[in-house]
């Protein structure tokens, strides 16, 4: 160690030099809540943000407890400030492969090695081709009831039947309010969903959605392709979600239905590699996404540690017997 270094090799100025103890790759809930946790375990921590969180076009973020109604940015910002005060390094970029062995490939030619890696590169929504649906899209048309439900309550919803969830979507939306409407559009309701959907008070709107009708940058209602408009004030739907999972599948990690497996602490089957927050659980919210990274980290350290100590107890033991 020289003066320019500390014990862990790290370099004053914030700097890595050789091999980091962890590359997070993905700076949202997930990536900096472990991120800060290894950097209060003085592990050697970068984190890679490509710049595009899913949540981005919504204003609030809501269900964190102690942060309900936060500005989504305004937390990232928050995180980036807390996991600096520990040495933890945030660099701008897109990873375009994880070679075996823990080589982290960016776009641009910048190689990190790694001990470990754990990646929380999220997910995209899927919308389905309406017009106005985009322009609305974390607006007044929303996706999560829990997330987004309370702020348009007692309001005149609109359910776009877009998904296989969908039909759910619009029975749990009654909590919120009592003037619900479905709108099948292209998806066929079994008898069943209808039965359901009429017993528990939600109306169904037949025939194709043609657009959402928008006046003063605001949802004012739903036209279907026959011309009648119902007029509604927030819409929700459900969109394809599809996991930013390219990483992982080209390390031949495992995968069920689509998405990466792992275990409760998010390990892939690749030994070295986990994995936390919508990139393998389309349901984590942004609390439950910060959890993730929080057992990754836990657990990555755990597994340093048992290295440390195994390499130390041979470095040991072929010091003995060179003593001896």
Not at 141 to 152: G, I, K, Q, S, T
Not at 159 to 165: I, S
Not at 269 to 295: C, E, F, K, L, Y
Request: charged share 25%.
């Amino acid at each position: 160690m020289n003066d320019q270094q500390d014990r862990h090799g790290r370099s004053r100025n914030g700097d890595f030099d050789g091999i980091h103890d962890v590359v997070v790759i993905g700076a949202g809930a997930a990536g900096l809540n472990a991120a800060l946790l290894l950097g209060r375990a003085r592990r050697k921590v970068v984190v890679i943000d490509a710049g595009t969180p899913r949540n981005a076009p919504a204003a609030h973020m809501q269900g964190f407890l102690s942060r309900d109604g936060l500005p989504p940015k305004t937390l990232l910002d928050l995180g980036r400030a807390e996991i600096a005060r520990y040495g933890v390094r945030i660099l701008q970029g897109r990873v375009e492969e994880i070679d075996h062995g823990y080589y982290v490939r960016m776009a641009g030619g910048v190689v990190l090695k790694a001990r470990r890696i754990l990646v929380a590169t999220g997910l995209r929504d899927e919308l389905p081709d309406i017009p106005g649906v985009r322009e609305r899209w974390g607006k007044d048309l929303l996706n999560c009831p829990y997330c987004h439900a309370y702020e348009v309550r007692d309001q005149p919803l609109a359910v776009l039947g877009t998904h296989p969830g969908s039909v759910h979507q619009a029975l749990l939306l009654r909590q919120w309010s009592d003037d619900v409407v479905f709108f099948p559009h292209t998806m066929g309701p079994t008898a069943q969903d209808r039965e359901q959907l009429t017993a528990h008070g939600v109306r169904l709107a037949e025939g194709e959605v043609e657009r959402l009708v928008v006046e003063g940058d605001r949802l004012r209602g739903v036209e279907l392709a026959d011309g009648r408009v119902f007029p509604r004030t927030a819409a929700f739907l459900f969109p394809r979600m599809v996991p930013h999972d390219a990483l992982l599948t080209g390390l031949g990690c495992d995968t069920d239905g689509g998405w990466v497996v792992t275990d409760r602490t998010g390990l892939t089957s690749v030994p070295g590699v986990w994995a936390a927050g919508n990139v393998v659980d389309s349901r984590a919210q942004v609390i439950t996404a910060a959890g993730m990274g929080s057992a990754a980290a836990f657990a990555i350290n755990t597994d340093l540690l048992h290295e440390d100590v195994d390499r130390a107890v041979e470095h040991h033991r072929l010091t003995a017997t060179a003593a001896g």
